[in-house]
């Protein structure tokens, strides 16, 4: 029964949704209030239904009912609660569903927050919203039904793979999609400023925190995913370039882009068309993703099923979606006049020098991504393309990339005296001529390229404290003065200053992974194994069991001169269900680095193979996503975008006829 | 500084970048790129020693040999028709077994071994690499959408 309504409600917010896309279009043409008004009331309509859906599909999960053949197909009683939960979306069916809730979700938030935009604008943003929702709605219905039943019922069902029994997949896709459908809001503001042929600072202000959101949510999805591909034997370790891996990237960098483009729209008014055009390409991007990973033309463990009919049905909304806006941009963003002049060398300049790189950097990845895919579609060779092809293209790009991070911020809009940022950036000159001659001098012929990327970092980290320490003063006023000038700073600063911080982090992280150490040993009870200045003693391997697992489970001492550091339990675990077993590594981290195990085959005369690995700063890795996040949300909180005072008490006194400039 | 030479400068700037990006671009495809062979393909090609290559086949029934007290191992990667003596040295993906899909990745030594660099585990859940499954088509050797060499 629930099941039904859950069907029922899917269906039902198709409808609306197509309401939604065409009576607030018609109402904006028209200018008709009561059209308009529908747009609001459809998205949270739409998004109250598609919540129903989706809570009937995870009572079905959760209360393991076999008569959906969804549940059949990835769960069974065994499975654990949390499993049973994030299996939902473990699935082709379910993560389209959780697509459509998260964009809902996104539609309904507009239309909440949305009070103070033009009724125009609101009406168009929410029609297309209401448009994407359309499709996905329909693909759904029509390719991946998840409320299909069987009759009879088998009493039990066939289990999740059990690689994706892992914590990970509780956060890991939502915040990917979070990110990914969040950027469908900055692509409807664009296609509504399109249509209304109008972009101003205040469209750059009512897009930033959108896309800001969007894009932190994004940032914490790729650091999750990276993560969990690096505590899983064999994934390739936290980035392997991967097309599934870079489907997430693209419009990170897209989206990246965005964030600073709308900057100089927002405080310089130009640069308009080129940002609504990242709009719709960051979008673009997410859908290309989704294209990618969910049709199955790339093969891992995130293409659940392969079906050419589903394949298709992406594509050609993929057509609609890109061929669309991007022909109606074609046609009307000619009329988009930018605004202030700048010279080359000043804030706006270095905002689209971050563009330019940022965008090259894009289309090498994705030529490397797409270009095998393309080849093999031709009927050529079959080809991969890995590291090797993007350590070469997108690498280098990065490098002038984070040399400007610390020269731009220091730039004055309109005119900068690049020669005088230089001046104030000698301490930074300093501290990365310091770290690269105590570097080489260190590693003596070793891994040079870390070395760099190290001074990099330093580079990009003193810059942006140099910055940050003029602005307040720091060490020039009085403690009192520069304590008043922190807290007058506004938060969008201090989350710039965080963000990029957070990269410097990032950066010293993805560097150090030229000084890993590794071991490969058999072992048996009662070894050791020295690495990296431990000592590595193996205890037994003893058997657990799980609720759908049975496991060999090592123990480990790891000691330092002496004393223990951590024991470590890696496991192996079988599932018997599925015949497959897993690897659980073990690792131990003191945030500077991590000691990585692994237990492997057992040889059957009582010696395992252990793989043990000394990786440092690696969390620093996760550690700058998670304060490149933090900063965006830093910046969220300015009081700039809190749904202005200002705006709403002129809407307020204003006429009662919504004033709808330039048209 | 008028709107035309703001132009001017943004077009030479972006002009630059494409270039230094496609030259960057031109030179990794023609270094880096990574071909896909079988078995049979990879004598077919006369693919020289040290190219690196992938190569995608099932793992034979029987081949594995563990040497060095587990830390390396050689199997043969087969087709149907030809099969290869790979060697590899680290750690091997969970799902790696007799009678499964494989793809390796690495080069052919002087003697006509595969050197493996990194054997990978891209399954579906139908635990079979899309590759692996079009190249045993090519020979004739796929069976079906669940060959019974999958399922243990």
């Given at each position: 029964?629930?099941?039904?309504?859950?069907?029922?409600?899917?269906?039902?917010?198709?409808?609306?949704?197509?309401?939604?896309?065409?009576?607030?279009?018609?109402?904006?043409?028209?200018?008709?209030?009561?059209?308009?008004?529908?747009?609001?009331?459809?998205?949270?309509?739409?998004?109250?239904?598609?919540?129903?859906?989706?809570?009937?599909?995870?009572?079905?999960?959760?209360?393991?009912?076999?008569?959906?053949?969804?549940?059949?197909?990835?769960?069974?009683?065994?499975?654990?609660?949390?499993?049973?939960?994030?299996?939902?979306?473990?699935?082709?069916?379910?993560?389209?569903?959780?697509?459509?809730?998260?964009?809902?979700?996104?539609?309904?938030?507009?239309?909440?927050?949305?009070?103070?935009?033009?009724?125009?604008?609101?009406?168009?943003?929410?029609a297309v919203q209401g448009m994407i929702g359309s499709g996905f709605l329909l693909f759904i219905l029509l390719t991946s039904d998840p409320f299909l039943r069987q009759i009879p019922a088998p009493a039990n069902g066939d289990g999740l793979n059990p690689v994706l029994q892992d914590p990970g997949?509780?956060?890991?896709?939502?915040?990917?999609?979070?990110?990914?459908?969040?950027?469908?809001?900055?692509?409807?503001?664009?296609?509504?400023?399109?249509?209304?042929?109008?972009?101003?600072?205040?469209?750059?202000?009512?897009?930033?925190?959108?896309?800001?959101?969007?894009?932190?949510?994004?940032?914490?999805?790729?650091?999750?995913?990276?993560?969990?591909?690096?505590?899983?034997?064999?994934?390739?370790?936290?980035?392997?370039?991967?097309?599934?891996?870079?489907?997430?990237?693209?419009?990170?960098?897209?989206?990246?882009?965005?964030?600073?483009?709308?900057?100089?729209?927002?405080?310089?008014?130009?640069?308009?068309?080129?940002?609504?055009?990242?709009?719709?390409?960051?979008?673009?991007?997410?859908?290309?993703?989704?294209?990618?990973?969910?049709?199955?033309?790339?093969?891992?463990?995130?293409?659940?099923?392969?079906?050419?009919?589903?394949?298709?049905?992406?594509?050609?909304?993929?057509?609609?979606?890109?061929?669309?806006?991007?022909?109606?941009?074609?046609?009307?963003?000619?009329?988009?006049?930018?605004?202030?002049?700048?010279?080359?060398?000043?804030?706006?300049?270095?905002?689209?020098?971050?563009?330019?790189?940022?965008?090259?950097?894009?289309?090498?990845?994705?030529?490397?991504?797409?270009?095998?895919?393309?080849?093999?579609?031709?009927?050529?060779?079959?080809v991969s393309v890995g590291y090797p092809f993007f350590d070469r293209t997108f690498v280098p790009l990065m490098v002038p990339l984070l040399l400007a991070v610390a020269v731009g911020p220091l730039l004055a809009w309109k005119r900068g005296d690049l020669l005088g940022a230089l001046q104030r950036?000698?301490?930074?000159?300093?501290?990365?001529?310091?770290?690269?001659?105590?570097?080489?001098?260190?590693?003596?012929?070793?891994?040079?390229?870390?070395?760099?990327?190290?001074?990099?970092?330093?580079?990009?980290?003193?810059?942006?404290?140099?910055?940050?320490?003029?602005?307040?003063?720091?060490?020039?006023?009085?403690?009192?003065?520069?304590?008043?000038?922190?807290?007058?700073?506004?938060?969008?600063?201090?989350?710039?200053?965080?963000?990029?911080?957070?990269?410097?982090?990032?950066?010293?992280?993805?560097?150090?992974?030229?000084?890993?150490?590794?071991?490969?040993?058999?072992?048996?009870?009662?070894?050791?194994?020295?690495?990296?200045?431990?000592?590595?003693?193996?205890?037994?391997?003893?058997?657990?069991?799980?609720?759908?697992?049975?496991?060999?489970?090592?123990?480990?001492?790891?000691?330092?001169?002496?004393?223990?550091?951590?024991?470590?339990?890696?496991?192996?675990?079988?599932?018997?269900?599925?015949?497959?077993?897993?690897?659980?590594?073990?690792?131990?981290?003191?945030?500077?680095?991590?000691?990585?195990?692994?237990?492997?085959?057992?040889?059957?005369?009582?010696?395992?193979?252990?793989?043990?690995?000394?990786?440092?700063?690696?969390?620093?890795?996760?550690?700058?996503?998670?304060?490149?996040?933090?900063?965006?949300?830093v910046s969220l909180s300015d009081r700039r975008w809190r749904v202005g005072a200002a705006t709403r008490a002129r809407a307020r006194g204003g006429a009662a006829v919504p004033v709808e400039a330039g048209e | 500084m008028t709107r035309k030479r703001r132009r001017l400068y943004l077009l030479l700037?972006?002009?630059?970048?494409?270039?230094?990006?496609?030259?960057?671009?031109?030179?990794?495809?023609?270094?880096?790129?990574?071909?896909?062979?079988?078995?049979?393909?990879?004598?077919?090609?006369?693919?020289?020693?040290?190219?690196?290559?992938?190569?995608?086949?099932?793992?034979?029934?029987?081949?594995?040999?563990?040497?060095?007290?587990?830390?390396?191992?050689?199997?043969?990667?087969?087709?149907?028709?030809?099969?290869?003596?790979?060697?590899?040295?680290?750690?091997?993906?969970?799902?790696?077994?007799?009678?499964?899909?494989?793809?390796?990745?690495?080069?052919?030594?002087?003697?006509?071994?595969?050197?493996?660099?990194?054997?990978?585990?891209?399954?579906?859940?139908?635990?079979?690499?899309?590759?692996?499954?079009?190249?045993?088509?090519?020979?004739?050797?796929?069976?079906?959408?669940?060959?019974?060499?999958?399922?243990?």
């Amino acid at each position: 029964m629930i099941v039904e309504l859950g069907h029922f409600a899917l269906v039902l917010a198709l409808f609306v949704s197509l309401t939604q896309s065409v009576l607030p279009l018609v109402g904006a043409a028209r200018r008709h209030p009561g059209m308009m008004a529908v747009a609001p009331a459809a998205a949270l309509a739409s998004f109250v239904l598609v919540t129903m859906a989706f809570a009937a599909l995870i009572n079905a999960h959760v209360t393991s009912d076999f008569s959906v053949i969804n549940v059949v197909e990835n769960s069974n009683t065994d499975k654990p609660l949390l499993y049973k939960i994030t299996g939902v979306w473990g699935n082709h069916e379910g993560s389209m569903v959780l697509w459509v809730f998260i964009l809902t979700l996104f539609g309904a938030a507009v239309a909440w927050f949305g009070g103070t935009l033009p009724p125009g604008l609101r009406a168009r943003v929410l029609a297309v919203q209401g448009m994407i929702g359309s499709g996905f709605l329909l693909f759904i219905l029509l390719t991946s039904d998840p409320f299909l039943r069987q009759i009879p019922a088998p009493a039990n069902g066939d289990g999740l793979n059990p690689v994706l029994q892992d914590p990970g997949l509780a956060f890991h896709p939502p915040f990917l999609y979070l990110g990914y459908v969040g950027f469908s809001v900055a692509f409807s503001f664009a296609v509504a400023a399109l249509i209304e042929g109008r972009v101003d600072a205040a469209w750059a202000r009512w897009v930033r925190p959108w896309t800001l959101a969007a894009w932190c949510a994004l940032t914490i999805g790729i650091a999750m995913g990276s993560w969990w591909a690096y505590y899983t034997l064999g994934w390739g370790g936290w980035w392997f370039w991967d097309p599934v891996e870079n489907a997430s990237l693209m419009p990170w960098l897209a989206g990246t882009a965005l964030l600073h483009s709308a900057i100089v729209v927002e405080k310089r008014d130009t640069l308009k068309s080129w940002t609504v055009l990242l709009a719709i390409i960051t979008f673009s991007l997410s859908l290309v993703g989704t294209f990618l990973v969910r049709s199955g033309v790339l093969t891992s463990v995130h293409a659940f099923a392969v079906s050419p009919q589903r394949g298709m049905f992406i594509l050609l909304l993929l057509i609609v979606a890109i061929g669309g806006s991007l022909g109606l941009y074609a046609v009307r963003a000619p009329a988009l006049r930018g605004g202030g002049l700048f010279a080359p060398v000043s804030r706006e300049g270095a905002l689209v020098l971050n563009n330019l790189l940022l965008s090259c950097a894009l289309a090498t990845v994705f030529l490397g991504t797409l270009y095998p895919l393309f080849l093999d579609a031709v009927g050529g060779p079959k080809v991969s393309v890995g590291y090797p092809f993007f350590d070469r293209t997108f690498v280098p790009l990065m490098v002038p990339l984070l040399l400007a991070v610390a020269v731009g911020p220091l730039l004055a809009w309109k005119r900068g005296d690049l020669l005088g940022a230089l001046q104030r950036l000698w301490v930074a000159f300093a501290v990365a001529g310091v770290v690269i001659l105590g570097g080489l001098y260190a590693v003596r012929g070793g891994p040079v390229l870390s070395v760099f990327g190290f001074a990099l970092a330093a580079w990009v980290a003193t810059g942006v404290l140099v910055e940050w320490a003029d602005r307040v003063r720091l060490f020039r006023a009085a403690p009192g003065e520069v304590w008043r000038r922190v807290l007058n700073l506004p938060r969008a600063s201090h989350g710039m200053t965080i963000a990029h911080l957070g990269l410097a982090v990032a950066v010293t992280g993805f560097a150090a992974s030229g000084f890993q150490q590794e071991r490969i040993a058999a072992m048996r009870p009662g070894d050791n194994v020295p690495i990296a200045g431990f000592v590595l003693h193996f205890t037994d391997v003893g058997t657990d069991k799980g609720p759908n697992f049975n496991a060999d489970r090592g123990t480990f001492i790891l000691t330092r001169g002496g004393e223990t550091v951590a024991v470590l339990h890696p496991e192996r675990r079988f599932f018997p269900l599925q015949q497959t077993t897993t690897s659980k590594t073990a690792i131990h981290t003191n945030f500077l680095a991590d000691f990585y195990l692994a237990l492997g085959d057992p040889d059957g005369k009582g010696a395992w193979t252990v793989r043990a690995y000394w990786k440092p700063l690696v969390p620093w890795i996760w550690i700058g996503a998670v304060m490149m996040a933090f900063g965006g949300l830093v910046s969220l909180s300015d009081r700039r975008w809190r749904v202005g005072a200002a705006t709403r008490a002129r809407a307020r006194g204003g006429a009662a006829v919504p004033v709808e400039a330039g048209e | 500084m008028t709107r035309k030479r703001r132009r001017l400068y943004l077009l030479l700037g972006g002009l630059t970048t494409l270039g230094v990006v496609s030259a960057l671009v031109l030179s990794a495809f023609s270094n880096d790129l990574v071909f896909f062979y079988s078995p049979s393909e990879l004598r077919a090609h006369h693919v020289p020693a040290g190219r690196y290559v992938r190569i995608g086949g099932l793992v034979e029934q029987g081949s594995v040999v563990h040497k060095d007290g587990g830390k390396a191992i050689a199997f043969r990667v087969t087709d149907g028709k030809r099969d290869l003596e790979v060697q590899y040295r680290g750690p091997l993906p969970d799902l790696f077994r007799e009678g499964q899909g494989v793809v390796v990745e690495g080069a052919l030594a002087g003697d006509g071994t595969f050197r493996a660099a990194e054997v990978l585990a891209k399954h579906d859940e139908k635990y079979m690499p899309r590759e692996v499954a079009d190249a045993l088509k090519k020979t004739g050797h796929w069976q079906g959408e669940h060959p019974a060499t999958v399922k243990q």
